[in-house]
T-cell receptor
Framework: RKEVEQDPGPFNVPEGATVAFNCTYS??????FFWYRQDCRKEPKLLMS???SGNEDGRFTAQLNRASQYISLLIRDSKLSDSATYLC?????????????FGTGTQLKVEL | EADIYQTPRYLVIGTGKKITLECSQT?????MYWYQQDPGMELHLIHY?????STEKGDLSSESTVSRIRTEHFPLTLESARPSHTSQYLC????WGGGAYNEQFFGPGTRLTVL
């Protein structure tokens, strides 16, 4: 079983739609959780951190369920510019530091 | 924009050649990382460093080696390139935060093709 699992998609949605991505992680000792965005042939960039109480940043809402080891990302009123791959990322303790484990990513295509 | 740079951006080279992928950052970050990513696949950590003279192997076994002589510089070397090394190599850095997470900033990547 992969440490971080995501539905690879693609999710093809019309502009203005609401879309939700899910992610599960296997290590219950995981401490921090994030969503990164990666455009085609570009480097990943941090979209938002995921806090235990859930958090919102404009049209984006992230949720964490530690009991179920599940993370979600909700995008409201999707724009064409939201088209990208969304990476679920989990920070796991590792020796004296920490390690980020990346999911395969979920591809989103927003269409007119 | 993150101040982390990688060169070359694209490299096509023949089998058996020695190559060095450069990565440098001007943010003064202690932690640096190398990831390998094939098209449509997840990033795999192949090397990381906590600071000068610190290098560790990541989760994915790699025939490459790294060095960290200066804080800002974290080059990756392949002594003898093979077609199986064809991939995208992404360098990243983050601040040192003890047990706390700090955002990783990624460079633009190097697309390596070994013929």
């Amino acid at each position: 079983r992969k440490e971080v699992e995501q539905d690879p998609g693609p999710f093809n949605v019309p502009e203005g739609a609401t879309v939700a991505f899910n992610c599960t992680y296997s290590n219950s000792a995981s401490q921090s959780f994030f969503w990164y965005r990666q455009d085609c042939r570009k480097e990943p960039k941090l979209l938002m951190s995921v806090y235990s109480s859930g958090n919102e940043d404009g049209r984006f809402t992230a949720q964490l369920n530690r009991a179920s080891q599940y993370i979600s990302l909700l995008i409201r009123d999707s724009k064409l510019s939201d088209s990208a791959t969304y990476l679920c990322v989990v920070n796991q303790p590792r020796g004296g530091g920490n390690k980020l484990t990346f999911g395969t990513g979920t591809q989103l295509k927003v269409e007119l | 924009e993150a101040d982390i740079y990688q060169t070359p951006r694209y490299l096509v080279i023949g089998t058996g050649k020695k190559i060095t992928l450069e990565c440098s950052q001007t943010m003064g970050h202690d932690k640096m990382y190398w990831y390998q990513q094939d098209p449509g696949m997840e990033l795999h950590l192949i090397h990381y460093s906590y600071g000068v003279n610190s290098t560790e192997k990541g989760d994915l076994s790699s025939e490459s080696t790294v060095s960290r002589i200066r804080t800002e510089h974290f080059p990756l070397t392949l002594e003898s390139a093979r077609p199986s090394h064809t991939s995208q190599y992404l360098c990243a850095s983050s601040e040192w935060g003890g047990g706390a997470y700090n955002e990783q900033f990624f460079g633009p990547g190097t697309r390596l093709t070994v013929l």
